[in-house]
């Protein structure tokens, strides 16, 4: 047995000890040349040197081994050698076998001996962290140098709690300085590789608890990870979560997740993971329910660390993208493709919050209803913030693109689809302002509410052909769910308008429906919209003519009648060619009715006209309207005191007239001439002309013209005016004798 100076705590047995040295007396010197130990079936080699110096004794002292097992070598390790390691072997190592194992030790006087140790491991069961499972079928190298240990992983695997083996080779423990007395730092450099749950599962035990702080399972991916980190945590009984430090990188490949964005799976064949004590991130390019996507998630940790997290990243812009966040946007509103960046924060038990934004470059954005697009080609500006619940709602939307500007909110159906877009601000290009409302239809359509505003149809783009595309339109055949409206003005000319507009069409092969309004803030009117070549084209009906005509400031002093009156898209944009019939209207104190018939004398009429009003039981015009002006190109009227044929130009503006007609006194009678003359002429006739304002028109009339048949009538009438800047034609001018009602020529 031996036990030098009570080294081991039982004594060692040794099958056979040989020993061959050399005694050298003064100085005194012992040099052992080799000491064979045979202990437990193991040889060890021994040999060194004590010799007296000038600082007392100095010895060198090597051992070798080829091969030793644990329990060999924590029974050989004396008390007192290198104690922490020593503990530290005997507390976390459980099984091993030791191969070339190497040790020395040096000392001179009373100075701590310096000692040094290193061996090859094999089938280790080893404990290097003490809230982490035990390495199993370690293999590596073991260094004690001095007060630095270090023990490396070549081979060794980590069982995780859920997820399978964890690969530890190439892993590394260290303490850098052994000699520390309380809380000796221990690092552990970890090179590791596995399942995405068994690493998130390792990184879910306490005190880091990672996944249970973020309120998130352990199988949150599927995948395999290969991760690089070190850990640098006091060697003490007691770790507050506060005192590890940690720093970690690496790769993810084959993820998949259907928890970390509820509702959708998220995939990628790469991804970055990088994190530390305070944040864990993952960052790479993959796809969202199919969504091609790049993503960068990151998750605050620690003990006063926030439960949320966050993505960030770019997405693509597309229908598919579109019908499957169920965003809500009627089918066929997005075609193309473009990016958009986003933000998604998620907070446990809350559903996802979305902030999303893009220029709309590659994007095809189409509103049918109002032949609205935008091009690929342009750019644009999409603000949105949703909830990602089930239904999705869109919180915030706002939209910039040339010719449209839009802000509002959407709710979609849980089923998918949508439910309501409420847009508060809307402009379309430079006809249409005010708060739209789109109502989802169970066949995929919208319901177009437009619930206040203004609207220009000069100006809006509506195609009247089916299938046809005008201005920046799509056509109007796409499919489209009814338009119900409710405008506070809606524009037919520069001098025409309807206000308190209200009405309902469609837009099946252009628009349709009907509506009523007050025109010009006046007069009550109805009215059909049909599509036509070029527009619109609108029947508008009232029961009071005399108050339709007073409001278009067209004759300000007609009374009662039905008005119908028929507008149809002319040529020229913005114009029209109408058709009207208006039955029992009366005039009354007219100046340029009462300067006509002073013209001819017809005293009777005059007084009539003053009273009660002159009587027209039928009143027919065909015209063109313009912004700023009435072209009449053929009318009559007639009653049973007399009839009236007129064309020529009303200035819409100006208030001015240019026309030229016959007026036929005594018409019940005279119209027995009917069959030879135009419609309102009888038999006979008197030609006359109006110019100037009408309120104080200046009158000519052709007596001549009264004694010639109607089929001869012509030669009298002259050519018709026409529109401001045109040059007039006349046939002849009208005769010199004749004077006016203001005391100039007739």
């Given at each position: 047995?031996?036990?030098?100076?009570?080294?081991?705590?039982?004594?060692?047995?040794?099958?056979?000890?040989?020993?061959?040295?050399?005694?050298?007396?003064?100085?005194?010197?012992?040099?052992?040349?080799?000491?064979?130990?045979?202990?437990?079936?193991?040889?060890?080699?021994?040999?060194?040197?004590?010799?007296?110096?000038?600082?007392?004794?100095?010895?060198?002292?090597?051992?070798?081994?080829?091969?030793?097992?644990?329990?060999?070598?924590?029974?050989?390790?004396?008390?007192?050698?290198?104690?922490?390691?020593?503990?530290?072997?005997?507390?976390?190592?459980?099984?091993?076998?030791?191969?070339?194992?190497?040790?020395?030790?040096?000392?001179?006087?009373?100075?701590?001996?310096?000692?040094?140790?290193?061996?090859?491991?094999?089938?280790?069961?080893?404990?290097?962290?003490?809230?982490?499972?035990?390495?199993?079928?370690?293999?590596?190298?073991?260094?004690?140098?001095?007060?630095?240990?270090?023990?490396?992983?070549?081979?060794?695997?980590?069982?995780?709690?859920?997820?399978?083996?964890?690969?530890?080779?190439?892993?590394?423990?260290?303490?850098?300085?052994?000699?520390v007395r309380d809380g000796a730092p221990g690092i552990a450099r970890v090179v590791a590789e596995g399942s995405v749950t068994a690493g998130l599962?390792?990184?879910?035990?306490?005190?880091?608890?990672?996944?249970?702080?973020?309120?998130?399972?352990?199988?949150?991916?599927?995948?395999?990870?290969?991760?690089?980190?070190?850990?640098?945590?006091?060697?003490?009984?007691?770790?507050?979560?506060?005192?590890?430090?940690?720093?970690?990188?690496?790769?993810?490949?084959?993820?998949?997740?259907?928890?970390?964005?509820?509702?959708?799976?998220?995939?990628?064949?790469?991804?970055?993971?990088?994190?530390?004590?305070?944040?864990?991130?993952?960052?790479?390019?993959?796809?969202?329910?199919?969504?091609?996507?790049?993503?960068?998630?990151?998750?605050?940790?620690?003990?006063?660390?926030?439960?949320?997290?966050?993505?960030?990243?770019?997405?693509?812009?597309?229908?598919?993208?579109?019908?499957?966040?169920?965003?809500?946007?009627?089918?066929?509103?997005?075609?193309?493709?473009?990016?958009?960046?986003?933000?998604?924060?998620?907070?446990?038990?809350?559903?996802?919050?979305?902030?999303?934004?893009?220029?709309?470059?590659?994007?095809?954005?189409?509103?049918?209803?109002?032949?609205?697009?935008?091009?690929?080609?342009?750019?644009?500006?999409?603000?949105?913030?949703?909830?990602?619940?089930?239904?999705?709602?869109?919180?915030?939307?706002?939209?910039?693109?040339?010719?449209?500007?839009?802000?509002?909110?959407?709710t979609t159906k849980e089923s998918g689809g949508l439910q309501q877009a409420h847009l508060s601000a809307v402009s379309v290009g430079n006809w249409?302002?005010?708060?739209?409302?789109?109502?989802?239809?169970?066949?995929?359509?919208?319901?177009?509410?437009?619930?206040?505003?203004?609207?220009?149809l000069q100006k809006a783009p509506f195609s009247g052909e089916s299938g046809s595309s005008t201005g920046n339109g799509s056509g109007g055949s796409?499919?489209?769910?009814?338009?119900?409206?409710?405008?506070?003005?809606?524009?037919?000319?520069?001098?025409?308008?309807?206000?308190?507009?209200?009405?309902?069409?469609?837009?099946?092969?252009?628009?349709?429906?009907?509506?009523?309004?007050?025109?010009?803030?006046?007069?009550?009117?109805?009215?059909?919209?049909?599509?036509?070549?070029?527009?619109?084209?609108?029947?508008?009906?009232?029961?009071?003519?005399?108050?339709?005509?007073?409001?278009?400031?067209?004759?300000?002093?007609?009374?009662?009648?039905?008005?119908?009156?028929?507008?149809?898209?002319?040529?020229?944009?913005?114009?029209?060619?109408?058709?009207?019939?208006?039955?029992?209207?009366?005039?009354?104190?007219?100046?340029?009715?009462?300067?006509?018939?002073?013209?001819?004398?017809?005293?009777?009429?005059?007084?009539?006209?003053?009273?009660?009003?002159?009587?027209?039981?039928?009143?027919?015009?065909?015209?063109?309207?313009?912004?700023?002006?009435?072209?009449?190109?053929?009318?009559?009227?007639?009653?049973?005191?007399?009839?009236?044929?007129?064309?020529?130009?009303?200035?819409?503006?100006?208030?001015?007239?240019?026309?030229?007609?016959?007026?036929?006194?005594?018409?019940?009678?005279?119209?027995?001439?009917?069959?030879?003359?135009?419609?309102?002429?009888?038999?006979?006739?008197?030609?006359?002309?109006?110019?100037?304002?009408?309120?104080?028109?200046?009158?000519?009339?052709?007596?001549?013209?009264?004694?010639?048949?109607?089929?001869?009538?012509?030669?009298?009438?002259?050519?018709?005016?026409?529109?401001?800047?045109?040059?007039?034609?006349?046939?002849?001018?009208?005769?010199?004798?004749?004077?006016?009602?203001?005391?100039?020529?007739?």
């Amino acid at each position: 047995t031996l036990n030098p100076r009570g080294l081991y705590s039982q004594p060692q047995v040794f099958a056979g000890v040989t020993v061959d040295f050399r005694l050298q007396p003064n100085p005194f010197r012992f040099q052992l040349g080799e000491m064979l130990v045979e202990h437990e079936g193991r040889q060890i080699r021994l040999n060194g040197k004590f010799e007296t110096g000038p600082e007392g004794w100095e010895y060198a002292l090597d051992a070798r081994s080829d091969h030793l097992d644990l329990a060999q070598v924590k029974s050989l390790w004396p008390t007192g050698a290198a104690e922490k390691p020593r503990q530290w072997v005997l507390q976390n190592v459980f099984q091993a076998q030791a191969q070339d194992v190497n040790f020395a030790l040096r000392g001179k006087g009373r100075a701590k001996p310096f000692y040094a140790l290193d061996a090859n491991f094999t089938n280790a069961e080893v404990k290097f962290q003490k809230h982490m499972p035990r390495v199993t079928g370690g293999a590596g190298h073991f260094s004690l140098y001095n007060t630095r240990m270090v023990v490396v992983a070549a081979a060794g695997t980590v069982t995780a709690d859920e997820g399978g083996a964890v690969q530890v080779a190439g892993t590394s423990f260290i303490i850098p300085d052994t000699s520390v007395r309380d809380g000796a730092p221990g690092i552990a450099r970890v090179v590791a590789e596995g399942s995405v749950t068994a690493g998130l599962s390792l990184l879910n035990r306490p005190p880091l608890s990672i996944l249970d702080k973020a309120h998130l399972p352990v199988d949150l991916a599927q995948g395999r990870v290969h991760v690089v980190g070190t850990l640098a945590l006091p060697l003490k009984p007691q770790v507050a979560p506060e005192d590890i430090k940690y720093h970690y990188r690496g790769t993810v490949s084959e993820v998949r997740s259907a928890t970390l964005v509820p509702n959708h799976v998220v995939a990628a064949p790469v991804l970055a993971l990088r994190g530390d004590q305070g944040r864990v991130a993952l960052s790479g390019a993959g796809s969202l329910s199919g969504i091609p996507v790049t993503a960068n998630w990151s998750q605050a940790v620690g003990r006063q660390a926030s439960p949320a997290s966050r993505v960030t990243g770019e997405i693509e812009i597309s229908p598919k993208a579109i019908d499957t966040l169920q965003i809500g946007l009627p089918k066929g509103t997005v075609a193309g493709q473009g990016q958009g960046s986003y933000q998604l924060d998620i907070v446990p038990e809350q559903p996802p919050q979305l902030q999303f934004t893009s220029d709309l470059a590659g994007v095809d954005l189409r509103i049918p209803q109002i032949s609205w697009r935008k091009p690929p080609a342009s750019r644009g500006q999409l603000d949105m913030d949703v909830t990602l619940a089930t239904p999705v709602k869109v919180d915030r939307l706002r939209l910039q693109a040339p010719g449209l500007q839009a802000e509002g909110w959407v709710t979609t159906k849980e089923s998918g689809g949508l439910q309501q877009a409420h847009l508060s601000a809307v402009s379309v290009g430079n006809w249409m302002q005010g708060a739209v409302n789109f109502i989802g239809l169970r066949n995929g359509l919208a319901e177009i509410q437009v619930t206040s505003g203004t609207l220009d149809l000069q100006k809006a783009p509506f195609s009247g052909e089916s299938g046809s595309s005008t201005g920046n339109g799509s056509g109007g055949s796409a499919p489209s769910g009814p338009i119900t409206m409710q405008l506070e003005r809606l524009r037919v000319t520069e001098s025409i308008a309807l206000t308190g507009f209200e009405g309902r069409f469609s837009t099946q092969g252009g628009l349709n429906g009907q509506f009523t309004g007050n025109l010009n803030g006046a007069t009550l009117v109805s009215g059909v919209v049909v599509p036509k070549p070029g527009g619109i084209a609108t029947r508008i009906r009232a029961d009071d003519a005399g108050g339709v005509f007073k409001a278009a400031g067209i004759l300000r002093h007609g009374e009662g009648g039905s008005f119908d009156m028929t507008l149809i898209p002319a040529k020229e944009p913005g114009e029209y060619d109408g058709e009207i019939q208006i039955k029992n209207t009366r005039i009354k104190n007219a100046p340029s009715m009462a300067a006509l018939l002073n013209a001819i004398s017809v005293i009777g009429l005059v007084d009539e006209l003053s009273g009660g009003g002159i009587l027209f039981t039928g009143v027919e015009a065909k015209f063109r309207l313009g912004s700023t002006h009435l072209t009449l190109h053929e009318s009559s009227a007639v009653g049973p005191s007399m009839g009236l044929s007129m064309d020529g130009i009303y200035e819409l503006d100006s208030g001015t007239l240019n026309m030229r007609g016959v007026i036929s006194p005594i018409y019940i009678i005279n119209a027995i001439g009917r069959v030879v003359s135009r419609k309102g002429e009888g038999l006979f006739g008197f030609a006359f002309r109006l110019r100037g304002s009408a309120d104080d028109p200046k009158v000519s009339v052709n007596p001549l013209s009264a004694l010639a048949p109607g089929m001869f009538r012509e030669i009298f009438r002259g050519k018709a005016p026409t529109v401001p800047g045109a040059p007039e034609e006349e046939t002849q001018p009208p005769p010199a004798h004749l004077h006016s009602n203001t005391g100039g020529e007739r």
